[in-house]
C-alpha cells in the first residue's frame, strides 16, 4: 500500500451516509459501517486484508480484517454477523500484530466448519507502539475452527507458515485432486522489505490434520515469482484448477494444471500478460477469473496499484479467453475495446459480480469517490455485447472533479495523499471483497481504511436490479467439503447443454481479487427470469449434477450424491 500521511483529523464526509437520487440505471451504494456496529472497533486502523465467512454455520456471513499494526494503530480484527448487524469478537487469538495481506475462510480439515489462513510480511524490526512495548510481528497465520467459531492458532512448525516468508495474496484450490483444499500464497517482489530472503510464491499442500507441506518446486511453480495477487480457477475446461500470479517486474505468470496435479506455463503466454511499466512502485495487484462474455470461457481481469496515476491514470486490464486449442488457452487484451478507461487513482481489488442483477457480469474495484458525503464504488457497468466483445460503462467516475489540474500537478504521494484526506473527493483500499451481508441477494462490498484519519467502508448495495439465484456445493467422496473448483452453469430453463442459452458460469472459488476472501457462493443475477436450469460440473473429473426449473430469489444448496 502506497505511504500515509498522518493528519489528525478525520474527514467525516467519507463515512456520510447520506441519500441521493440517482438515474433509475445508477449503482446505488450507503455506507452502513457505522449503522452496524463495525465502529468503534475499526477505528485507527491500517485495513490491508479482509475475508467473508459463515464461521459459526448460522446462516450470516460474518468479517474479519487484517491490518498493518504499527506504531498505535490496530491488530487484526473480527466482527460476528447477527442478522445483519455486526459485534466485535474479541477472542485473543485473532487479535494478531501482522502485516496482513491476504485472508481467507476456508474448510481446511474438511469437517465442515470455516478454518482461517492470514498472509503476513514478518516485520524485520518490531514497532513499539505508546506504550514502549515492543511488538511482534507475525508471518503467516493459520487457525483451526472448534465449529462455533473459537479459533486456536495451529500455526506452529506448519510449513504453510513459513517464519522467513512475505506472504501476500491467498487463493483456495484442490490442485491435486485429493479432497482436500491446498493454498496457493503469493509472495512480496522485495526481498528484505518483507522480512525475508525469496520473491517466490508458494504452494502449501494440505496433507490432513491441517498440516501442510510446501510443495511449490515438485508442483512446478517456478521460483523467483512473486505474487501480489493470485486467483485459481479453470481456464482450459479440462476440470482441473490453473493458476495465475499477478506481480510487477517478473510476475504476470499463467500456470496450467496439468491433470495430474503438477503446473506449466503455457509457452507464449508471457508476453500476452506483460504489462509496460509495471515495474518498482508500478505494481499488479488484483487478479480475478470470470465468464464476462458468456461464452462458457473464463476471463481475466488484473488491477493496477501504480505510483502516481493521478498524473497519468492507469487502466485495469481485461484479457478475453478466446477458446482453447489443444489445451492451451488463447488469451486477448481486450482493456480498451470493451470500455475499461484509465483510472485516475490506485485500483488493487478487483471482482467479476453482478451487482445489479441484470444477468451481465460487472467488473468492480477498490476505486471510491464521493460527492456530499455519498459514496460511489466505481463499478464497470456491463452493458451488453459488441461482437464477442462485452461492453463497459464506468459508474461513479464522473459525480466529482477529481481530479483536478491541481491535483494533477502533485508528483510526490505525500503530497497527494494529503489533499486527498483533506478533500474527501476521493479514496481507495487495499481489499475489497463482496458478500451479502444482509442476505437481501444483492451483493455488498467491505473497503477497510488504509489510513487512520478515515473510516472504513462497508457499502450496502441498493441498486434496483433484477432477480438473482446463489448457488452452494457440498462435496464428498474425494469432492472437498465446500465443492471449492465445480464449474457452475446456469441456462435459461429448457435449455441446458445449448450455449445460446448459456447465462452464466462461474468457478466456485475463493481467495481472488486483492488480499481478500470471498464466501463459497456464486452469486448469478437472472434479470427478468423467474426460473433457470442448473448445472454443475465437479471438479476433477468426479461427475455432474442437473436442476432443472429453479425458482429465482434463493440460496441453493447442491449436495453431490455418493
Known sequence: ??????????????????????????????NTAKDVGLFPALEGIQGHGAAWGDVDGDGWIDLYVATFHYGDTKPNQFFRNRKGKFEADTQPALA?????????????????????????????????????????????????????????NVSEGNEACPAAFGGRSVAVLDYNGDGLLD????????????????KS???????????????????????????????AADVNNDGWPDLFLASSAGGNVLLLNDGKGKFFEPEGSRPVFAWEGAVGDNMVCGACFGDVNRDGLLDLVLGQHFKNPWVTPVANRLYLNRGI?????????????????????KSPHVEIQDYDNDGWPDISCSLVKLQDGVPHPIIFRHTGLQGSIPQFRADGLDVNDYPTDSDRSLKRSGDFFKRMLQEGKVTY????????????????????????????LLLHNETKGGNWLDVRVEGNDGVNRMGIGSRIRLYTAGGIGDSKA?????????????????????????????????????????????????KAGQRLMISREK
Open 1 to 30: 500500500m502506497a505511504s500515509r500521511s498522518a493528519l489528525p483529523a478525520l474527514v467525516s464526509v467519507i463515512l456520510g451516509i447520506a441519500s441521493t437520487s440517482p438515474a433509475d440505471d445508477a449503482f446505488v451504494f450507503r
Open 96 to 152: 494478531a500484530s501482522m502485516r496482513a495481506t491476504g485472508v481467507v475462510f476456508a474448510d481446511l480439515d474438511n469437517d465442515g466448519d470455516l478454518d482461517l489462513y492470514v498472509a503476513s510480511m514478518p516485520q524485520p524490526i518490531s514497532k513499539k507502539g505508546s506504550s514502549g512495548e515492543p511488538r511482534v510481528i507475525s508471518g503467516c497465520q493459520l487457525y483451526q475452527n472448534d465449529g462455533k467459531g473459537s479459533f486456536t
Open 183 to 198: 493454498l496457493a500464497v503469493g509472495e512480496d517482489p522485495n526481498p528484505g522489505y518483507n522480512g525475508s530472503k525469496t
Open 201 to 231: 510464491s508458494r504452494l502449501f499442500r494440505n496433507a490432513g490434520g491441517l498440516k501442510f507441506v510446501d510443495a511449490s518446486r515438485e508442483a512446478g511453480i517456478p521460483e523467483g515469482i512473486p505474487g501480489l495477487g493470485v486467483a
Open 325 to 345: 486449442v489443444k489445451g492451451m488457452p488463447k488469451f486477448e487484451e481486450a482493456t480498451e475495446s470493451a470500455g475499461l478507461v484509465a483510472m485516475p487513482l
Open 429 to 456: 483500499s487495499a481489499p475489497g471483497p463482496t458478500g451479502d451481508y444482509d442476505n437481501d441477494g444483492r451483493l455488498d462490498m467491505v473497503l477497510p481504511s488504509w489510513w487512520t484519519e478515515t473510516g472504513t
Open 502 to 550: 448459456l447465462i452464466g458460469c462461474q468457478d466456485l472459488s475463493v481467495g481472488f481479487g486483492y488480499a481478500s476472501g470471498q464466501t463459497a457462493i456464486a452469486h448469478f443475477g437472472l434479470g427478468k427470469a423467474e426460473t433457470v436450469d442448473v448445472e454443475i460440473t465437479y471438479p476433477h473429473g468426479k461427475g455432474r449434477a442437473v436442476r432443472k426449473g429453479v
